[in-house]
């Protein structure tokens, strides 16, 4: 029954090997101190581990049978398990009507609302203090951003959410309910405030036609009205964070930061204009204002007005001028300018000392990044100069640092992670698993593993790869040498040459080697050299097997592919063929 079920599983065990073409040898002194010679007959013989383990799952199982003990109640329990895991892990899993919040799709949404956000960031306050003139294609992006955010509030209850304990929900149920409790309000009344703005706007056209309305009042009015769409704010925040999630790079996060606050201080300023506008058009009573001192005329309410990009800049020039030292022509001209200017020195005294500091931080943290390593490098060098090391082992190690400090810039390390100490044991294993599984399941075995035995990958996954890397020219292992682990080429290239056959075999992305020793005791027959800056992930044959010991239920299956693993061997040794 074993063989039947898992025959398909070993087809592919004739090409393992196809990647290193190694003689397969025994390991001289582990087995007999047999002396290896070339053409002599070789018998492979698995690891003690694999017959221990299965010999004691068979003692295990007789004892069973003679105490007339059902078996299939532990496999219904495990089958329990397994479907209880299937259930939680489907609760948690995408349906075609829920998108993840960090799916592909979800996040270029967010992204069009965040372009979408800021073109309103950027009309509204003109709107609401400039005479504004619509055209084609003012009427065109308001209509598509009133799309847009009524086709938000209908995604909102299609997207999941995370719950308190770190789990994704992806009820549709729990997803309205909670919209309906956060967003959802402040969304409609946006959106409403949104389709009154058109419809008045429409209607004011009518009336236009048919001479019934006052255009005045409706204008004021609609001006009251794209003012509270700024409501939309409370939102800019969180999308700038959800997107901000997705970059991995500390270089690039604190320069989004740096651009976050230059952006800011922008739309502060603008913001600003368009008040500082918006009170030189109503000075108090007969008083004169900045803008009659400016240009001796009042025309704050024609939209062919020649000069409303110049007054619109001049506004900007002096809202600049309150957040720095600089000065400029335009004064206020009356009392209620006057304490405006006074409140926005006051507000610009607070923000821009802000403004500053988080920016002196920004800026320190990187000038920390680019210099880490610098005095380290600096060490390092004169070291080698003092102790007189050989100018080749100077540059092969300096390579090799240069290597691993590209690496460590590129991808954050486990261990510069402090937080992770804090992470319960399921949460650090299951992080594990999502780290490694991805660079084993390249290997049929491991496939198999995965789908017949998960428990047992999972903790394959968390207790037994090592990441290595090695810089251009390094030599992994050499012939002759004692194997410890098998190997699965995660970047860069490589070459084998095998002493023997003194031919050469090239390594690329995507492959793995030296298998053999997770079944029997080896000797490396050849060498494993770096052709460029590579990435490794070692599989060390004694925790392999320490894992494995703990699963004797299991071992059946480990033995019989051993077995079958190494008759391949023994066939190809005796057929004379190089693998």
Known sequence: MMSLCYAESFRWISRTHALLPETFALLPGSIGSEEIVAGSPRQFNLWSTYTRAHDFAMHMREEEEEENIDLSEGLDEFARELEQEKKIRSETTTSKWVLSPNSPKRICWDLVGVLVLLYDLI??????????QDNAFLSMMTGVT???????????FCVGYYAKDGTLVVSLARIARQYLLSWFP???????????????????????SAGLMRAGKMLRALRVLRTLRLLRLAKLRQLLNKLQDQVDSEHVSVLLDIVKLLIAIIFINHFIACAWYLVGCNPPGNESSWLIAEFSVLTCDDPNDEFLLYKYTTAMHWSLTQFTPASMGVQPQNTFERSFAIGVLLFALLVFSSFVASLTGATTSLRKMTGRHSSQLWLLRKFLRQRGITLDLQVRINRYINVVLTMTQRYVQYSDVHLFGHLSGPLHNELQTELNKPRLVIHPFFVNMLDKFEALMRK???SVPVEMALSRGDVLFSGGEEAHSMYFLCSGDGDYWHVESKTFSNLGADQWFCESVLWTPWVHQGRARAKSETELLALSSSKFRDVLSEYPKHMAFMRMYGQVFLGQLQDRFDGNQLL
Not at 146 to 156: E, G, N, S
Not at 191 to 205: F, G, M, P, Q, R
Request: charge should be negative.
């Open 123 to 132: 009309m509204i306050p003109l709107y609401t203090a400039f005479p504004l």
């Open 146 to 156: 009133l799309a847009f955010w009524t086709m938000d509030i209908l995604a909102c």
């Open 186 to 208: 402040l969304d409609v009344v946006i959106v409403s405030i949104d389709w009154i703005i058109v419809l008045a706007l429409v209607t004011e056209e009518e009336g236009k």
């Open 460 to 462: 394959v996954c968390c």
